[in-house]
């Protein structure tokens, strides 16, 4: 049974710093495709980042230069370090994992992942 549980939200002034973590059991995160999606209240999920089994990294417009997604193959674990916080980055952030190791060309899409985390919440303050 595939498991993504994340963890590392908060609350944080705009410009400050957080790291996310989403950690996998039932499945192999190394051999996968493994993205972060958020969404805030009243809209869409969105897709932020994404990391495909050989290493290749996506962002969103939105996030680019200020978020990194990375993993930890020991710890079975996939990280969002989200830097120079702004509010508009306020939402719930979801990891979400393929049934497939590659990853679809582009920013991820909700239709193209079968495993979710319950959330974790990010409030950024001006």
């Known amino acids: 049974q595939v498991q993504l549980v994340e963890s590392g939200g908060g609350s944080v002034q705009t410009g400050g710093s957080l790291r996310l973590s989403c950690s996998a059991s039932?499945?192999?995160?190394?051999?996968?495709?493994i993205a972060w999606f958020r969404q805030a209240p009243g809209k869409e999920r969105e897709g932020v980042a994404r990391?495909?089994?050989?290493?290749?990294?996506t962002y969103a417009d939105s996030v680019k230069g200020r978020f990194t997604i990375s993993r930890d193959s020991v710890k079975n674990t996939v990280y969002l370090q989200m830097n120079s916080l702004k509010p508009e980055d306020t939402a719930m952030y979801y990891c979400?994992?393929?049934?497939?190791?590659?990853?679809?060309?582009?920013?991820?899409?909700?239709?193209?992942?079968?495993?979710w985390g319950q959330g974790t919440q990010v409030t950024v303050s001006s």
């Open positions: 990391i495909s089994f050989d290493g290749s990294t």
């Open positions: 979400a994992a393929r049934t497939r190791g590659y990853c679809v060309v582009g920013v991820p899409a909700r239709a193209d992942f079968a495993y």
């Open positions: 039932g499945y192999t995160i190394s051999s996968s495709c």
